[in-house]
């Protein structure tokens, strides 16, 4: 059975993009692309797992993540 965990990660991505454009209260700062998730030295593939990185007016991060389960 296919996972679809890049294409929902990337659809988060851009909503949360759109959102801060219409952030009046302009807490959302920043949207990070979408990260994989790879080994951290050889940078081999380890799971289907994606993040993306949203911070907010005070430089605090917040993490998305979609993983099938």
């Known amino acids: 059975m296919l996972a679809y965990c890049d ?4 659809t ?5 993009k ?3 454009a219409l952030d009046k209260d302009e807490i959302i700062a920043d949207v990070s692309g979408v990260q994989m998730d790879l080994h951290p030295t050889e940078g081999w ?3 289907t797992k994606k993040t993306v990185t949203v ?3 005070n430089g605090k991060k917040y993490r998305v993540t979609v993983e099938e389960s």
């Open 55 to 57: 911070y907010d007016m």
């Open 12 to 16: 988060i991505q851009e909503a949360l």
């Open 45 to 47: 593939f380890v799971s």
């Open 7 to 10: 294409k929902i990660a990337h």
């Open 18 to 20: 759109v959102a801060v």
